[in-house]
């Protein structure tokens, strides 16, 4: 009688620091958790919905990689949103046409020196509106706590699309110089291109988010100095905007 209550007391010692030592540890890990109560409340869902709404953008797009020619534009898009995927959009841009400090020409026979006007009528690039169309596929719906004190929400885009693209006429050296002597512009000419590119679009409010996005224009022009056939041109663009969806609200769920 006297073990088996010598062992219970031993049992009764060892439950009682097996329960000590776990409460620092408890009280350790409320602790812990705390200290973000009340930061960020549980998101669950896609609380920013675009499925059934129109999304009317405002743009500003600048050309990147232009050796002559910087191109500074402002624009509208309107699109509709199909399902929370995949959307279609029409788009019209026009705006400003500088050429750049690094406009130079280096012929054969000598050393590179500052293009002039009749050198700057001889190359492409001298964008001055493009209006087209679009299709889109967001696969990715993402959010981000921000300093734990808020849920940033975004989603990413793939973009492809056919356009109408306006630009000045390139000239051949005789033209270019006679045209350069007058003072006159050149003849503004027109071509089908496309472009693919990429989007994030950054969610402020239900009605309201930021976008950004960098497409790849392609197009084929006409230029004399190289002889028959087109010269296939690449220009990227980045483009920041700023949508309005409508209607306001998120659609009912179906």
């Not at 000239?171 to 270019?176: E, F, K, M, Q």
């Not at 002597?181 to 590119?197: C, E, F, Y």
């Not at 309005?244 to 609200?249: D, I, K, M, Q």
Request: net charge positive; hydrophobic share 45%.
């Amino acid at each position: 009688m006297t073990a088996r209550r010598a062992r219970s007391s031993v049992l009764a010692l060892v439950a009682l620091a097996a329960l000590a030592a776990a409460a620092p540890r408890a009280a350790l890990a409320q602790t812990k958790a705390d200290a973000f109560a009340g930061k960020i409340p549980p998101v669950s869902g896609q609380l920013y919905r675009k499925a059934g709404r129109f999304e009317l953008t405002a743009t500003g797009d600048l050309s990147l990689n232009d050796a002559f020619y910087s191109k500074y534009f402002g624009g509208l898009k309107l699109g509709y949103h199909l399902t929370e995927a995949w959307s279609v959009s029409a788009q019209g841009a026009l705006g400003a046409t500088a050429r750049t400090g690094s406009a130079v020409v280096c012929p054969k026979n000598s050393g590179c020196v500052d293009a002039n006007d009749a050198m700057l009528l001889q190359v492409p690039g001298k964008l001055r509106r493009i209006v087209g169309a679009e299709i889109a596929w967001a696969p990715v719906y993402g959010k981000l706590n921000v300093f734990a004190e808020k849920v940033a929400h975004f989603d990413l885009s793939i973009l492809a699309g056919a356009d109408l693209i306006s630009h000045d006429e390139v000239l051949g050296p005789t033209d270019a110089a006679a045209l350069a002597a007058s003072g006159k512009d050149p003849a503004l000419v027109s071509t089908v291109g496309g472009h693919v590119g990429l989007g994030a679009r950054l969610f402020l409010k239900e009605w309201l988010a930021l976008r950004l996005e960098v497409k790849d224009y392609v197009y084929g022009v006409e230029v004399p100095n190289n002889g028959a056939g087109k010269d296939w041109q690449n220009q990227i663009f980045t483009e920041l905007g700023l949508s309005v969806f409508l209607p306001f609200g998120n659609r009912p769920l179906p």
